[in-house]
């Protein structure tokens, strides 16, 4: 029942009849509705938002799906979708009055096609079981999230995750084939296909990064690629972190792609130095990982070119993995900087916005003054090589207020972001957490349209609500309304 | 030669009294790939003098032009900077634009290694079904704030609004290319295609006609030159991708009053000889085959290995493009709907009830 085209209003809830309704769908082993059992599921991996559901229902077939989806969508209750409950930035937070629908139970590999270099699998597969299952074929899967020990495909899809390697490789939307989802009234619809260019609409990229709030996804065909011949790390030290950032710039500049370039500041290096010694250099106040693949032949040209570049950029070391056992250190060290943060301080907020590169050197400055600012540490890890930064701010829950000021001024760097002409989340998503930095990187008339959109697959707004994209009364009270060239976009839309 | 335009304020203005008569409109850049797509009676929105480049800065890697601009200034820019826009659109024509490549979607050889225009699109500026002008993506390489309108709009044959403005993601041009010829038969091709699909090789394009079968190796001067040795062929210096591409080759020069089928399938098809003569493209995940079998029959072989088939160029009782099923196809009206609530842009260019 949805009173404005951008806000929704739902019947009130018979729990008992529903709880009863799923019983009957997955039987009462697969329901949750403890106060207890529903306990862990009240966060995704962005625990600064709790809330538990009236129910976590965990099925195991796609006609359970359906039929949960039926149920819900004949007595208007919403449902989130919840993989593996990594996600950083609260799109799995259940609705109370809602059923959060777990995808767990579908972790089945159901298919590897090695002739047309593709594997079917269910959505609650975890990234990094694919490659794992395809490694004797030399193949492997691509998009690599730092998370990807523990986060499902499906998320991954509804994220768009990124990884270490999306600079050559892609995201998820260049490495997924065909997706099939189940829509809010309970239909099985194919979107995308085993074949390139699917007729009508590119579905398939709508699908990717929606958040959960157009469909389930229940089974995914991803890509699968060969293995590079060779790959070898570079790790250059800096003594400023401007240094490296203009190093990035010269490595793209010279025309070379590489598989990945990562950089982390002189905290974070320390931090994943101590918790995982991957034998950085601490000294350093910013690090390049620089990878190169490809054939042999290939990589050496590559790694000597790319070797002088750093050296010409004041680099004071650049050291070469020496083998497959060094490589894979140098990597830890990078995959494992947030665990590594999370030593080092009580509570640490994770932001995800993207820059042109051009801008690194100036937004990483920038950062620095609003942290003196704010008097909150912020140490930088990041995918340099696609402006994808993740600063993480310090904190600790146990002060008052510290986590208000640290949202604040996680808000205020992604307004940077995208006052320099970058976005809001690059990977991770806007969930709840960035829901009113959208009214900063969006005008009103485009907020809307991606409303109309979302009702074009889920008319009543059961999907997901109140994620992902603001209503223009939230945007009103937040007080911001997309600001380019200095003036206000649309000063003619009324502000409630 | 046009000069660098906004005339974004007079294209809001057409499409507003059209949304207001209730009149369709039919957005056209060079006028290129008329062809491609059903016959409809529309007033033309002109994209043509909407031009010019907006920004490329190369060590960005992403350049956004204006709708309008030529794909062939587009690709000058590029070029001076050894780079390249790495899903290599055809071009149909001299006068082909940016906003007619990614309205179609259509793609090159290089598509099964770099990706097609979909995979490309960062951004694009619309002008939506009531006028509005509105900007989705934006510059940057990852971006997931808010639906993934750009790529929605890439290949909707301009049904859904008028891009007027793109951003794509570009690559340095690989530092050595060229071109190997093999001897082999088709069936021959497409196992040497599947080994070599599955090895880490500098592939950037793969194709088989007449018995020939053709390898581009793409890369640094190493990784080509010992791929090149590892493969083996004879060195081939003309510009046949182009002309593939560019549908200049013979093959595509044939009888016209024989449709040509572009089908779309899962790389390790076997060979479709059965409908038709044909030239195997992307790896063998495209068959471009000549047939005046009826269309029913081609798209259930299509169908049959898990792909679809458009009638390309000539007389296509069967429709166009291969259609949808009806929960697809009403999905498809409601996105319509949300973009374009009065259905004025480009009604029935897909599908006659879209
Ligand atoms: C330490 C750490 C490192 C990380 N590093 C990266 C990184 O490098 N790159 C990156 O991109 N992300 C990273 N992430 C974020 C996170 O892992 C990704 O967003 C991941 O894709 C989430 O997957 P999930 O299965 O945990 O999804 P969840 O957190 O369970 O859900 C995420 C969203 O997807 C929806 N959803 C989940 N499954 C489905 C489904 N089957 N159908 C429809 N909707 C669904 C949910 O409703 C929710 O909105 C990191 C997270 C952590 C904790």
Redesign the pocket.
Known sequence: MSATPDHYEFPPLDREALLRGLRAIVGEQNLLHSEEALRPYEC??LSAYRRLPQAVVLPATVAQVQEIMSLCHARQVPV?????????SG??LPYGDGVLLS?ARFNRILQIDRDNLTARVQ?GVRNLAISEAVADLDLYYAPD???QI???I??????N????HCLKYGLTVHNVLEVQVVTVDGELLRIGASSFDAPGYDLLAVMHGS??ML????EVLVKLLPRPEQARVLLAAFDEVVQAADAVGEIIAAGILPAGLEMMDNPAIRAAEDFVQAGYPVEAQAILLCELDGTEAEVTALADQVEAILEDCAATEVRSARDEDERARFWLGRKSA??AVGRISPDYYCMDGTIPRSQLAHVLTRIQALSDEYGLRVVNVFHAGDGNLHPLILYDASQPGELERTEELGGKVLELCVQVGGTITG???V?MEKIDQMCVQFAAPELLQFHALKRAFDAHGLL?PG?AVPTLHRCAEFGAMHVHHGELAHPDIPRF | MGEDRDIGEALCAQVIEAAQQRKPLRPRGGDTKDFYGEAINAETLDLAPHRGIVQYQPTELVITARAGTPLRLIEAALIEHRQMLPFEPPHFGEHATLGGAIACGLSGPRRPWQGGARDLVLGTRMINGRGEHLRFGGEVMKNVAGYDVSRLLTGSLGTLGAITEVSLKVLPAPEQELTLVQQAEPMTALQRFRNWRAQPLPLSGLACLDDRLYIRLSGTEAGVASARERLGGELLDAPFWDDLREQRLAFFQADPEVPLWRISVPPATPLLEDVGETLVDWAGALRWVRSDAPGQTVRELAERHGGHATCFRGDCAAGRFHPLPETQLTLHRRIKQALDPHGIFSPGRMYRSL
């Open positions: 995704d991996g989130v979708a919840r993989g593996a409950g990594t996600g950083l799109g799995a995808l959505p999230p730092s998370s523990a986060c499902s499906g998320g991954n899809v509804a994220e995750a990124g990884g270490l958040e959960g469909g389930i996804v229940v947030f665990p990977e991770h998503g969930g997901n994620k």
